[in-house]
């Protein structure tokens, strides 16, 4: 059991959302600091451990050495042990531990610093099940997919529209909670190009493990571009088919719930779907974007997202297919 809950826990330090892959200062700040602690109590470890192991197997005294023997440790000798082995060193290695979070701490600090001064500011929303994600400057927004431009600080303005989430994109930095009126602010930098896994990482209720994002940092002209595809208004529907779907969407309660720029549909409690087909994953990267995930989500939500905000609708199999072939179109 041991054996599996080792593997268990190290087959966590590998993949797309690793703590000890770092991508941005932040992270590798935090990255460090685990490593020292890590190194530091194993360490630790290791010598209580032998102490532990020393006094068990030490030779006893037989019977026949019963008669006052010179004790084999001398008193003094005895109480420096226990002074430096039980006051000193404890002291010295939590005192360094602490010295070294605080450098961290500042560390981070300044980076936060530089991000105030940077233009890109990015608004993040914490809904059940979902993150809304808008740009202020840019005027668009979108769902559970952050797109920042590589190499600089980014400021995330942090709130939540229910309950407390917390924002945990381990790749780049370590946790901050959204708390219902109230912004907190997290500083973001990713130094690579590439995609970063983010979870929701306060139980927030029933779909908390189902809350999941992705960061997608790009390069400065690549980002630009993405911004101002993401800032126009929704396509026309491209076929009739489609077509019929934009009348469905419209007419029905998907409108209520969703917004789609340029249409009639201004709903604000669900994501905005005005460029959903740009995006990888459906239902908070729960699922691949695939029109087959996509049919099977709009028909059944609660089938993917038990206690999902997302009520089922009442579409005909021709329906569902015309709807389908409209969200398609929303690239
Ligand atoms: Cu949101 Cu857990």
Redesign the pocket.
Same mark, same amino acid.
């Given at each position: 059991m041991g054996w599996l809950a080792l593997v268990l826990s190290l087959g966590g330090c590998a993949g797309p959302q690793s703590t000890l892959d770092p991508h941005g200062p932040a992270a590798l700040e935090i990255t460090r600091l685990w490593w020292v602690t890590l190194g530091l109590g194993t360490a630790v470890f290791i010598l209580v451990m032998g102490f532990l192991l020393g006094a068990l197997f030490r030779r006893r005294p037989g019977p026949a050495e019963t008669t006052p023997a010179p004790s084999r440790v001398p008193a003094t000798s005895f109480q420096a042990t226990i002074v430096t082995g039980g006051i000193i060193m404890p002291v010295a290695i939590l005192t360094g531990l602490l010295i070294l979070s605080l450098l961290s701490m500042r560390a981070i600090a300044n980076l936060a610093n530089a991000g105030t001064a940077n233009p890109t500011v990015i608004e993040i929303i /914490?809904h059940?099940?979902w993150w809304e994600v808008r740009y202020p400057a840019g005027q668009a927004t979108t769902a559970n997919e952050i797109h920042l431009p590589v190499g600089e600080p980014v400021t995330l303005r942090l709130s939540s529209a229910d309950?407390i989430?917390?924002f945990w994109v381990p790749e780049l930095h370590g946790k901050l909670d959204?708390v219902p009126n109230q912004t907190n602010t997290l500083v973001l930098q990713a130094d690579q190009p590439g995609e970063y896994r983010g979870q929701?990482?306060?139980?927030? /209720?029933l779909q908390?493990?189902n809350?999941a994002l992705t960061v997608v940092a790009q390069t400065p002209d690549e980002f630009a571009a993405w911004l101002a595809a993401q800032a126009q208004s929704a396509a026309a529907p491209a076929s009739d088919l489609a077509s019929a779907g934009q009348q469905i969407f419209l007419q029905s309660d998907c409108a209520d719930c969703h917004t789609i720029r340029g249409t009639g549909a201004e709903g604000r409690r669900g994501p905005d779907l005005t460029h959903l087909a740009s995006r990888a994953t459906l239902a908070a990267a729960t699922r691949p974007n695939t029109p087959e995930h996509l049919a099977q989500w709009v028909s059944d939500p609660q089938e993917i997202k038990p206690g999902s905000l997302m009520p089922q609708p009442e579409l005909s199999a021709g329906d569902l297919e015309a709807l389908v072939a409209y969200l398609e179109g929303l690239k």
């Open positions: /914490g059940q099940w309950v989430h917390s959204l929701c990482a306060e139980f927030c /209720g908390h493990a809350m």
